[in-house]
């Protein structure tokens, strides 16, 4: 299947470069209907009995400035995940002329680069002054806001939904920042039950595909965790005929690598490399609620799975609707996928 197939033209006006507020006051696109709503609405559309699942995980501060000792020269890492007490996958830019065994410093915190880059990945050994690295970076790190967003945040916790719990990802799951307490309140009135999960959001989150053939494209690694509470309440939902509802594409990635047949999962973490496309058949989610993805992604590559070829109608006119697009832009609820 050709990378090309999930490209579309999309305008930069078309990219927000602003916060709603409130959040649920983000438009909604019915994907059954192409009908118009807002995410305040998301409760009345959906049935009693139906479960929204949602990714519980916190972007860490993950965005590191410094500079490398030996020669001044100015340094960054977003800090990718975490693989071990010291070492850590990270993103280092720029990646030009770094090779294994360079030192980094960033504030109280030192590097050493242990393999030579790879698509600008690196594996690095980080140590703090005192204490735990992990502990620093809510004071040496920023939060790392999307490369395509130009505009100032008034409060970093905009980039964190309502449910952020544990700390782990390299960006926010967006599908997740339209929820408010009001929205969370109209499921609990509508007989809507809501579980979490876990998935750390990494590096494809940022990264196009760059090879012609989706199939030869490697997705990056994911670090999950499926709470027993969440496992079950996706079994009671079975029992009673609801929905699988998940919230983002991390969710969707999620409940489907821990499926388990019957519509369940499992139990438990592990990590996915799970690439959702075209003929993929879903075992556990019925619906979703999704933002709008940049071209050629994997994520686009998901929503074409779901929708089939509805997807392009479904963007066609959210563009000539003026939707708001990327990661705080505004969603599109998918309740009759084609692939269940």
């Keep these: 299947m050709r990378t090309e197939e999930f490209d579309y033209e ?55 400035t410094g500079q490398k000792p030996a020669t001044g020269g100015a340094v960054e890492l977003l800090l990718l995940r975490r693989l071990d007490m010291e070492r850590w996958e990270a993103l280092i830019r720029p990646a030009r002329r770094v090779r294994a065994g360079v030192t980094l410093e960033f504030d109280d915190i030192r590097g050493v680069v242990l393999n030579e880059p790879a698509d600008g990945v690196v594996t690095v050994r980080l140590t703090a002054a005192t204490g735990d690295v992990e502990d620093l970076l809510p004071v040496s790190g920023e939060i790392p806001l999307p490369p395509y967003f130009h505009g100032e945040l008034d409060d970093p916790e905009r980039y964190q939904t309502v449910f952020a719990k544990t700390v782990g990802s390299a960006a926010a799951p967006t599908a997740g920042l339209h929820f408010t307490p009001t929205v969370v309140a109209g499921l609990a009135s509508r007989g809507v039950e809501i579980a979490e999960v876990d998935l750390e959001v990494g590096l494809d989150t940022f990264r196009p595909m760059s090879v012609d053939n989706i199939e030869e494209h490697h997705i990056h690694r994911e670090r999950y965790e499926i709470p027993q509470a969440a496992a079950a309440a996706v079994a009671a939902t079975r029992r009673r005929r609801g929905r699988v509802v998940a919230v983002g594409t991390t969710v969707i990635r999620t409940l489907e690598t821990a499926a388990c047949g019957d519509g369940l999962v ?48 479904a963007y066609a006119i959210a563009l000539e609707r003026g939707y708001r697009f990327l990661s705080f832009g505004d969603a599109m609820l998918i309740d009759q996928p084609v692939n269940r």
């Design 10 to 64: 999309l305008p930069k006006g078309a990219i927000a470069q602003a916060a709603i507020d409130p959040r649920d006051a983000a438009r909604l696109l019915v994907a059954s209907s192409l009908r118009d709503r807002t995410f305040r609405d998301l409760p009345e559309l959906l049935n009693p009995g139906d479960l929204v699942v949602v990714n519980r995980t916190r972007v860490r501060a993950a965005r590191l």
């Design 266 to 313: 499992r139990a438990g973490g592990g990590e996915s490399e799970l690439f959702i496309r075209p003929g993929y058949q879903l075992g556990v989610v019925d619906a979703a609620v999704t933002n709008f993805h940049a071209p050629r992604t994997t994520l686009i590559a998901l929503v074409a799975a779901m929708l089939g070829s509805r997807w392009r109608d």
